[in-house]
């Protein structure tokens, strides 16, 4: 049985107060680049729900760029290494892999003809290095500067120069090849965060903490003026030039970005991006037609330059691991919920999406269930929480504070049955309607829709506690007993079966309501690692089931011994959830923050 990615709902970059992000641009004027965790994410700049992401990095990934070719893009991690890899296969082969310096990667540059390759951070024993992308021959060295170097750039043009930024707030010329320091520049006053070069190549400006922007001549080096007095109220992350050199654009911590005119330096336009902390910009991209910029949230704003008071479209989504996955009755849309408390609603069709407005959970989700036109939350703030599927919204939705921790929520005839610490709680409509103590660790709850069996996961000693519903009373009925740690469970559509998976690697089928396994279905145990989440096919034929082991196994009820396993479907991260959307497609979500839709054969 065959299998495929449909769609994937890419992660936002990764960002983090006080340091500057960088974006990739695609010299073919096709995609962008940024990175997440041990990813890279390729998306495409005029329809952003196409997306690809490149995923062999073994510790997380900095920044990546294109070559000035388009064939090639070279990305920088934690540890020093830098990979290159191909753009055009699928399979982004890898061309090399060098480790240039000892510590992380903050920026890559390469020279026009795309031979070789500038590299600065904060390594133990240099701060950057210059050497052949072919075979990594070292042609120069960076030194002159004594803190970790922050950003650099190539002049596009002959001679050639490589201009560093750094942390002891000096911007380093150097000259070559092979390259050797020339000098350094001390207009800034804080540190150095960005220095670009012009795209003809005959000037250069230089973005500080200090909120200074200076330009430079290409080069002499020499100081041709600051723009602006000062640019900004606050650190300048990033800047961006105007693909002919006219303008400059500079995104700031003091929430906006701001149009410069290069020869009169002096300011064309203010771009206010809101007045939260997770408005600061932190990035910025000037590519053909687009212009965009990344706000300390991951939102990536396409900037309109008719209109600066808002933007053309911004995209959002989560760059936090996603730890709960649900889909509207209709499943026309899916939501996901993250380890930060955000809630994002995607349309399954296209992939166009919104962040759930209002005060939320603040902080982890560990139970969502769609009704007719509310959605259920529950968070780690001991709360159960509504949003309203028209509005899309928290606002003026019922709070009810559960008493402990949440782990997980069901819904049966407008109840809301709750799986928390100590207790199982029965609510409606906000209120709290019976709480039954219990004296183990649930991970998960369920209920069967067609005869109120309620079945609970637990995590503390290897069991699934099945209890009657009466009313809104829950009273024992059955134990299962399993080898490892109970992660989740599910009743079938059709109501005729019950799954359960565990931290024994097994995924268990049992027939309701006599909860029996099959003689032939004694377990499935295809899972190198914990089992994290089992889901129904629409018509019951199948589950899914998604792991610690970063696989995702399609198994046949009616045909045990048929399966499917995918792969590493989300790339060297567990799977947390998983929904099907019809009986040929299913969703999964998983710690590297990415959603992706799967379309699989029928066995």
Known sequence: MSYETKYIFATLPRTARGQPLVLGGDPKGKNFLYTNGNSVIIRNIDNPAIADIYTEHSCPVNVAKYSPSGFYIASGDQSGKVRIWDTVNKEHILKNEFHPIGGPIKDIAWSPDSQRMVVVGEGRERFGHVFMAETGTSVGEISGQSKPINSCDFRPARPFRLVTGSEDNTIAVFEGPPFKFKMTKQEHSRFVQAVRYSPSGHLFASAGFDGKVYL????????????????????????????????????????????????????????????????????????????????????????????????????????????????????????????????????????????????????????????????????????????????????????????????????????????????????????????????YDPSSVSVNQETGDVAVGSNSDNKVYVYTLDGSNLTPKVELQHQGPVTDVSFSPDNKYLVACDGNRKVILYVAPEYKTLAHNKEWGFHSARVNSVAWSPESNMVASGSLDTTIIIWSVTNPAKHTIIKNAHSQSQITQLRWLDEETVISVGQDCNTKIWRVEKI
């Not at 300048?236 to 009169?264: F, H, I, N, R």
Request: proline residues 3%; negative net charge; aromatic residues 6%.
């Open 216 to 439: 430079y001549d290409g080069t002499s080096s020499e100081l041709v003026g600051e723009v602006g007095s000062p640019a900004h109220q606050g650190g300048v992350y990033g800047l961006a030039w105007k693909p002919d050199g006219t303008q400059l654009l500079t995104c700031s911590g003091d929430k906006t970005c701001k149009l410069w005119d290069v020869e009169t330096r002096t300011l064309v336009d203010e771009f206010v991006m809101g007045n939260t902390v997770d408005d600061q910009q932190v990035s910025c991209l000037w590519q053909g037609n687009h212009v965009l910029s990344v706000s300390l949230s991951g939102f990536i704003n396409y900037l309109d330059l008719n209109n600066p008071l808002k933007p053309l479209r911004i995209i959002k989504g989560h760059n936090k691991p996603i730890t709960v996955l649900t889909t509207s009755l209709d499943k026309s849309t899916i939501y996901t919920g993250s380890h930060d408390g955000y809630v994002t609603s995607w349309k399954s069709a296209t992939g166009e999406n919104d962040r759930v407005q209002g005060q939320g959970h603040g902080n982890q989700i560990n139970g969502m269930k769609a009704g007719a036109d509310l959605v259920y939350t529950a968070g780690i703030d001991d709360t159960l929480r509504t949003f309203d599927i028209a509005t899309n919204s928290y606002e003026n939705t019922q709070v009810l504070r559960l008493g402990s921790q949440p782990r997980g929520l069901d819904i049966y005839n407008g109840m809301v049955i709750v799986s928390a610490v100590k207790q199982l709680v029965v609510t409606k409509e906000g209120r709290k309607l019976s709480g039954l103590p219990i004296n």
